[in-house]
Nanobody
Framework: EVQLQASGGGLVQAGGSLRLSCVAS????????VGWFRQIPGKSHEGISC????????YYADSVKGRFTISSDGAKNSLYLQMNSLKPDDTGVYFC??????????????????WGQGTLVTVSS
């Protein structure tokens, strides 16, 4: 059974930090691209940061560059997102996903097969 278990969300003041974690099981983690997507009410999943475990290619949305760092640990089948200097606009439900997108589509949600349950990040001003 494929599972992605996300955790680490919470309530934090602007300028604070959070670290999201996602533990995967049931598939060959190193063969997939994995990423973090944010959803806010009324909008579809937005690719925040993604990494290909096959070639190390990484992507960051412009809005998080320099503040967020994605990392992947194949030995632990885990994905992380270190979120620093958080802003109220970072608020949303963060989902981890795994798929096999081509590089140019690494942030396309439909290219991801497996999803975690989401973890809520709330940044207060």
């Amino acid at each position: 059974e494929v599972q992605l278990q996300a955790s680490g969300g919470g309530l934090v003041q602007a300028g604070g930090s959070l670290r999201l974690s996602c533990v995967a099981s049931g598939f060959t983690f190193d063969d997939y691209a994995v990423g973090w997507f944010r959803q806010i009410p009324g909008k579809s999943h937005e690719g925040i940061s993604c990494i290909s475990n096959r070639d190390g290619f990484t992507y960051y949305a412009d809005s998080v560059k320099g503040r967020f760092t994605i990392s992947s640990d194949g030995a632990k089948n885990s994905l992380y997102l270190q979120m620093n200097s958080l802003k109220p606009d970072d608020t949303g439900v963060y989902f981890c996903g795994a798929g096999r997108p081509i590089t140019s589509s690494i942030t396309t949600p439909s290219a991801y097969y497996y999803w975690g349950q989401g973890t809520l990040v709330t940044v207060s001003s």
